[in-house]
Structure formats: structure tokens, C-alpha cells
């Protein structure tokens, strides 16, 4: 699938511009993540993109509908990672996307919930405050810890570089996501 037909699928069911901006920031993290690990980096792409596609159209059938549209155009890798980013659902993770899905989707948008209350956005952000922040369950407080850590332990990576790398990829994207 590529990135254009994805796009299709997420305007298509997504209106709201927060829904909109979660997946273009989930996108630019995991394309990067494919890269780093030099895996499929559009595949990567298009899977951070339509992982909450569903979510805004049908919340009671999420991520169902999106699972089961990509598995109908052949695409159960990314259905798979898709089915798995909540470790609630019980899906097993049998792929490094599988586990880059979930170790990168609430702490990309818990990383982008600190910079709107900064001052400066992401400028100056370090991995130092966001792990404060994390330990400040009155701050975004939807956002649930244990499945950041799920992630970041699944994927294999330090908590501390991990937040770097995310906001490195934010920050070199600041103005298209406006933070």
C-alpha cells in the first residue's frame, strides 16, 4: 500500500485536526524507526498513519474497521501491527513493527501534549522532562504509562534514547505539526 492510498483511508474516515496531527506525527516517528532499523520504511509509514483511522468514524469498532480493510487489500503485516497497539486487545507481538506501533503511538502524543505546554514547543525538550512529566499522572492523564513501557520493553530500546529520538523527528517536523 502506499502512502497515498493510506492518506486516502484516513481522510476518508478522520475529520478532526488533533485525530489528523496524531497520525501524521505517528507516521514520521515510525517511518523513522523503519529507517533506523532498516526495515520497510513506508510500510512502517502508512502503519502509524492508519493505526487510529477507525477510531474517530466507529470508537466502538476501534481498531476493527481498519484492521479488517487492510486485510482485505492484502495488507495483514500492518493490520497486524494495527490489531496489537493496544496490549489490552491480547494480539500477540510477533514484529518489530508490531512492537514499534505500540512502543511509538502514546509516547509520540504524550510527547506532543508537553510541547503545548511549553513555552518555546519542542524547542529546548529534553528527555529529562518528559520522563518527569510521565511520573505526573495528573498530566495527560488518558495517557496510560504502562503501555509506554510495554512498548519501549517489547521494542527493546532505552526508555531515555527512545524520547530522544522521537523528539528529534518531531522537531525536525515542528512546523508542519505546529509544535
Not at 80 to 100: E, F, M, P
Amino acid at each position: 500500500m502506499t502512502r497515498e492510498e493510506a492518506k486516502e483511508i484516513l481522510v476518508s474516515m478522520t475529520k478532526g485536526d488533533s485525530l489528523l496531527r496524531h497520525a501524521r506525527s505517528v507516521e514520521l516517528v515510525m517511518e523513522a524507526y523503519g529507517s533506523h532499523f532498516q526495515e520497510d520504511a513506508e510500510e512502517w509509514a502508512v502503519t502509524g498513519m492508519l493505526h487510529d483511522a477507525d477510531y474517530e468514524a466507529y470508537p466502538e469498532e476501534h481498531p476493527n474497521r481498519i484492521v479488517a480493510m487492510l486485510r482485505e487489500k492484502g495488507e495483514e503485516k500492518i493490520a497486524h501491527a494495527i490489531s496489537a497497539h493496544y496490549t489490552k486487545w491480547g494480539v500477540s507481538y510477533d514484529t518489530r513493527l508490531d512492537k514499534g506501533l505500540l512502543a511509538c503511538d502514546e509516547l509520540t502524543g504524550f510527547i506532543i501534549a508537553c510541547c503545548q505546554v511549553r513555552p518555546g514547543g519542542i524547542e529546548g525538550l529534553t528527555p529529562k522532562s518528559v520522563k518527569k512529566k510521565l511520573k505526573t499522572k495528573s498530566f495527560a492523564a488518558k495517557v496510560e504509562r504502562d503501555e509506554i513501557q510495554a512498548g519501549v520493553d517489547l521494542l527493546g530500546v532505552d526508555i531515555t534514547e527512545h524520547i530522544q529520538f522521537i523528539i528529534n523527528v518531531l522537531a525536525e517536523n515542528r512546523e508542519e505539526l505546529k509544535i
